[in-house]
T-cell receptor, first 115, second 114 residues
Framework: AQKITQTQPGMFVQEKEAVTLDCTYDTSDQSYGLFWYKQPSSGEMIFLIYQGSYDEQNATEGRYSLNFQKARKSANLVISASQLGDSAMYFCAMREGSGNNDMRFGAGTRLTVKP | DAGITQSPRHKVTETGTPVTLRCHQT?????MYWYRQDPGHGLRLIHY???????DKGEVSDGYSVSRSKTEDFLLTLESATSSQTSVYFCAIRKAGARTGELFFGEGSRLTVL
């Protein structure tokens, strides 16, 4: 069963504006981690940000922040002050529990930043 | 950079032929993974390894086998390639003990099965 849902196949944003990429997840575990990755057109997978299920504060990394709403099971990525270089595919992922549980990915959202 | 090298980076083969993809890491990480990426599916786990000769199946393991005879190399084998295995394959490692446990990915191997 699909555990990570990204409902936006494609998004457009004007340069310098903020954009939110949606991610919802499904788990019955109390302990889990949420991740966002960026994949530019060159193809590499770049880790952006992590949120643990027990973390009380929303994660932030530079222009990236994670809007974590535990009760709604959502972990939206917010990119502030978009840049042309932010144009890429973005994947939300989750790992349940700890140890060697596998990481499950959503289908991705393609973000295009317009000049 | 987690010192991950995948080879070959590109391969075109014919249905029914065997194919082996190699993932090589230089930092002695215990956990290694093989994912495939397809449009509309994101990345899906094929097999993973938690040590030499310790491997397990992932979500889409049918038609694939793996081997890990030494820490630095994790091999993915398609015994008899099919067109449905046309995909981009990513190897990844996880650094044991890291709080966040993110995966670090290789550059990917694009496989086309005709």
């Amino acid at each position: 069963a699909q555990k990570i849902t990204q409902t936006q196949p494609g998004m457009f944003v004007q340069e310098k504006e903020a954009v939110t990429l949606d991610c919802t997840y499904d788990t019955s575990d109390q302990s889990y981690g949420l991740f966002w990755y960026k994949q530019p057109s060159s193809g590499e997978m770049i880790f952006l940000i992590y949120q643990g299920s027990y973390d009380e504060q929303n994660a932030t990394e530079g222009r990236y922040s994670l809007n974590f709403q535990k009760a709604r099971k959502s972990a939206n990525l917010v990119i502030s002050a978009s840049q042309l270089g932010d144009s890429a595919m973005y994947f939300c992922a989750m790992r349940e529990g700890s140890g060697n549980n596998d990481m499950r990915f959503g289908a991705g959202t393609r973000l295009t930043v317009k000049p | 950079d987690a010192g991950i090298t995948q080879s070959p980076r590109h391969k075109v083969t014919e249905t029914g032929t065997p194919v082996t993809l190699r993932c090589h890491q230089t930092e002695n990480h215990r956990y290694m993974y093989w994912y495939r990426q397809d449009p509309g599916h994101g990345l899906r786990l094929i097999h993973y390894s938690y040590g030499v000769k310790d491997t397990d199946k992932g979500e889409v393991s049918d038609g694939y086998s793996v081997s890990r005879s030494k820490t630095e190399d994790f091999l993915l084998t398609l015994e008899s390639a099919t067109s449905s295995q046309t995909s981009v394959y990513f190897c990844a490692i996880r650094k044991a003990g890291a709080r966040t446990g993110e995966l670090f990915f290789g550059e990917g191997s694009r496989l086309t099965v005709l």
